[in-house]
């Protein structure tokens, strides 16, 4: 009798877990996403190869698993540099290390399909900004 009022509990018991896992679950989301409207960018709309242009040229290609890679040629398979980035208040964040410089960020927007990118070099004293521009490109790159 004391095994049954034991499982019965621990079944009981799992069933509020496994509930509660699929409620919380279901009120997050990855996407960090405030919505299309007012001006916010949402995750997809950073995912893919974007041509850069500003003091240089360059191709950023930013994947779905929250990594990018910034490439001085359009081959994804020889970046310059890479990091990982998340998206907050339609606002991507991507911290990075250029190897042999230092670290740094990439704080991007996009409005009206433009890009605009405030690179961000932390091995200057104060942080030294630097503005690109990127466009998304719609033929297929040797992405690899």
Do not use: Q, R
Request: one cysteine or more.
């Amino acid at each position: 009798m004391m095994k049954k009022v034991w499982l019965g509990g621990c079944l009981f018991l799992l069933i509020g877990v496994l509930g509660l896992a699929g409620c919380s679950s279901s009120g997050s989301s990855s996407s960090g996403s405030s919505g299309s409207g007012g001006g916010s960018s949402t995750n997809s709309e950073f995912v893919g190869a974007w041509a850069v242009t500003g003091s240089a040229t360059a191709w950023l290609y930013i994947d779905s698993n929250n990594t990018f890679v910034w490439a001085d040629v359009p081959d994804k398979t020889h970046p310059h540099f890479s990091g990982t980035w998340s998206v907050n208040n339609g606002t991507f964040d991507g911290a990075f290390t250029n190897p042999g410089v230092g670290t740094g960020d990439l704080i991007i927007k996009i409005s009206n399909g433009v890009m605009t990118i405030d690179f961000v070099e932390h091995w200057h004293t104060p942080d030294n900004h630097v503005p690109y521009t990127a466009t998304k490109l719609n033929a297929k790159l040797p992405i690899k």
